[in-house]
């Protein structure tokens, strides 16, 4: 059973990034605040819940959080502060974009900075235990999809409608064959061997 939050406070954000271990497209963060007695046996940590499930997870948070938004960083970003400090912005900006000022955050994960002098916790396996980490995770993953879908009509050759930007071994052999676009994070490892591919 996923617990509601960590603190007392009545707006306590939930914070979570998809895609943080891809060799292309944005991280994408969410941040969420939901109401105090939300609850949905679907919701759990995205990677463990499939894609029909967190397509209509996606509706219902949207509808009935108090509070939601999505931010990312682009690969540009990445590639220049590098994965760990571009996650913890596209937190920053989804808290940014998130309506209202929280009174307390909680982030999935071991690491993040402080958003203005708003107290946070982080939580490894965060999104597994508790909702509206969940929640945020589940949001991140399936806009981030959505964009990489969108990505994928343009370079269909690398399937990212399928492996969403993830070093699946189909994916880098179509890095291996086409080379890399504009969406490659240029600092990860994009092949094994590491080839020289710019």
């Keep these: 059973m996923l617990l509601s939050q960590i603190s007392d406070f009545a707006l306590e954000a939930g914070c979570d990034e998809a895609g943080r271990g891809c060799l292309a497209g944005p991280v994408v963060a969410a941040a969420v605040i939901l109401p105090k007695d939300f609850y949905h046996p679907w919701l ?3 990677k463990q819940v499939g894609k029909s499930h967190r397509d209509t997870l996606r509706t219902i948070i949207e509808k009935e959080a108090l ?44 690491r993040f900075k402080p958003w203005g002098d ?6 490894i396996k965060g999104d597994g235990r508790f909702l509206h980490i969940a929640a945020a995770s589940i949001l991140a993953k399936t806009h981030r999809d959505e964009l990489m879908d969108q990505l994928h009509e343009a370079s269909p050759m690398y399937a990212w409608n399928s492996n969403a930007g993830y070093p699946t071994a ?29």
């Design 44 to 46: 759990n940590d995205s």
């Design 67 to 110: 509070f939601w938004a999505v931010a990312s960083c682009s690969p540009q970003e990445i590639d220049q502060i590098n994965i760990l400090n571009a996650s913890i912005l596209a937190m920053h900006r989804a808290l940014d974009n998130l309506g209202t000022i929280p009174q307390f955050i909680a982030v999935d994960g071991n």
């Design 118 to 123: 708003v107290p946070h916790k982080t939580e």
């Design 170 to 198: 189909a994916h880098r052999e179509a890095i291996r064959l086409h080379g890399i676009t504009q969406h490659h994070r240029k600092t990860f490892r994009l092949l094994p061997e590491q080839l020289r591919l710019f």
